[in-house]
């Protein structure tokens, strides 16, 4: 056994490791050691040892090292590494599922250059929260911090594996491009992975045949110093190039990915951002569509509570089964295979995927958009707008320092003017006359911040401000 590194592993761990993943400054809350100490405890956790374990990792300058230190605290306990080198996050879970074996990714998705994290997976790409083995991951790298490693008796192997060539090829055989008509589209990566995973899924960088499709490239180049914008695509500030770019261009859409690329966000030919809920909707009719023609009968898809109302209206109307859940990436993916339902939308654009594990991929999200929209003359603001009927807010974020008590002012405000419901954050629904314009609203807290996040929808523009300001009023005091 190592000698001791460290007196209070558990509070350095605690800063570290949030609900569903482990994020933190690098240096000051991640390092070296402390992710060495996360490899070995994960292969106890998952039960790896003389199993194989998938590493992967971003373009951010700290994810080689944390990702070999990873891979060392990982052997030391027996585990059988198998390193796929820079990849998207979702390259990792078509790893996980691929080869049955559980994995760990290392990047901080859409957060600044000074950030860095890990995304864990069980084998097949199950996911990893807190509830579901992350505490128990934290407490044992905490031990390992302060009483150091215990070496297996069998030291576990490393090998490097490159991946791209076989997620490129498995993601073309779930939705077939090569009818659709001739497209032309900007693509921001943001410096980030999808500059290496769009030239292989929807070009011919992998070897693959090409499509009809002329891609404009904006920020491929790998840089984890994000030095155009950061690679966040849910701030409005972050699309300002590519829809600039889109109209330049005379391109009929455009893709944003984020650091990690496992999310998608869409622009239409004019510039306009398309609602991740009317994405969701799309491709929920498109899988239900898919799975009822190969004889499936009971057919379900998952939303979450913030979607756009439009989103189980169409699940329903095409006669499967909506399943409305709690926000939160690790718990979508659990119910994704408790159910057993086909696809699942996030407001956030996360898309999940039955035929993909379970697990959220923005490109495949992509790809069925394409094939939807390249099946059809219409231009995509068009079509876009034939799926968001209803206005959304969008995420507005309130520092709030006493949260209970501007839940008490929303709900003394609304007593009697709408339902109250508490499954996740506070959703509020209006009591509205069928001659009404309907409303709903939810605010839920951060998990990591003293923030309160707001969505509202409305019937009509008109409601959903007067409703978002309303409430504003009250989170604001």
């Not at 979508?332 to 999940?352: L, P």
């Not at 094939?371 to 807010?393: D, K, N």
Request: proline residues 5%; glycine residues 10%.
């Amino acid at each position: 056994m190592n000698p001791p590194a460290s007196s209070d592993g558990r509070a350095r761990l605690d800063a570290v490791v949030k609900a569903y993943d482990v994020r933190g400054l690098v240096g000051e809350g991640l390092n070296d050691e402390i992710v060495e100490a996360l490899g070995a405890a994960f292969v106890d956790e998952v039960g790896a040892a003389g199993a194989r374990v998938v590493v992967g990792h971003d373009m951010r300058d700290s994810s080689p090292r944390f990702a070999a230190a990873f891979a060392r605290g990982a052997t030391r306990r027996g585990a059988d590494v198998v390193s796929i080198g820079l990849c998207s996050t979702d390259e990792t879970y078509f790893a996980s599922g691929s080869m049955n074996a559980p994995a760990a990714m290392f990047t901080a998705s859409h957060n600044p250059a000074a950030y860095n994290g890990i995304k864990f997976s069980r084998a097949g790409a199950q996911g990893i929260s807190l509830d579901t083995g992350l505490a128990a991951i934290r407490d044992r790298a905490a031990e390992y911090l302060d009483e150091g490693i215990t070496d297996a008796a069998r030291p576990g192997t490393a090998v490097e594996v490159d991946v791209l060539a076989d997620y490129a090829a498995y993601l073309r055989s779930l939705v077939d491009l090569s009818g659709i008509r001739p497209l032309k589209m900007v693509v921001d990566a943001g410096n980030g992975m999808g500059g290496l995973t769009v030239p292989a899924v929807l070009g011919e960088a992998a070897g693959l045949p090409p499509l009809p499709v002329e891609i404009v490239p904006l920020y491929f180049e790998l840089d984890g110093s994000f030095p155009n914008h950061e690679a966040n695509p849910l701030e409005p500030a972050n699309l300002v190039d590519l829809q600039r770019a889109v109209v330049e261009h005379g391109a009929d859409l455009g893709l944003a990915f984020d650091g990690d690329a496992d999310r998608c966000f869409v622009i239409d030919e004019l510039g306009g951002a398309v609602s991740p809920s009317a994405v969701a909707a799309i491709v929920a009719l498109r899988e239900i569509e898919r799975v009822r023609a190969a004889g499936e009968q009971q057919i379900a898809v998952i939303h979450n509570l913030i979607t756009s109302r439009y989103v189980p209206e169409t699940i329903e109307a095409a006669g499967a089964t909506a399943i409305r859940t709690r926000v939160g990436h690790s718990l979508i993916k659990d119910r994704m295979n408790e159910t057993g339902a086909v696809f699942g939308g996030e407001h956030s654009a996360h898309y999940y995927f039955r035929d993909f594990w379970g697990a959220d991929n923005g490109m495949l999200a992509a790809m069925h958009l394409l094939a939807e929209f390249g099946a059809q003359q219409a231009p995509l603001s068009e079509v876009a707008a034939r799926f968001t009927p209803y206005a959304l807010s969008g995420e507005v974020n309130s520092t709030v320092d006493d949260v209970p008590a501007a839940y008490t002012r929303i709900v003394e405000a609304f007593t009697g003017r709408a339902d109250f419901d508490e499954f996740d954050g506070l959703t509020v629904t209006g009591l509205t006359p069928e001659s009404e314009p309907f409303w709903w609203f939810n605010v839920r807290p951060s998990n990591t911040e003293p923030l309160l996040r707001l969505n509202v929808e409305g019937a009509d523009a008109a409601t959903m401000t007067a409703i978002r300001d309303e409430v504003l009023g009250l989170i604001r005091g």
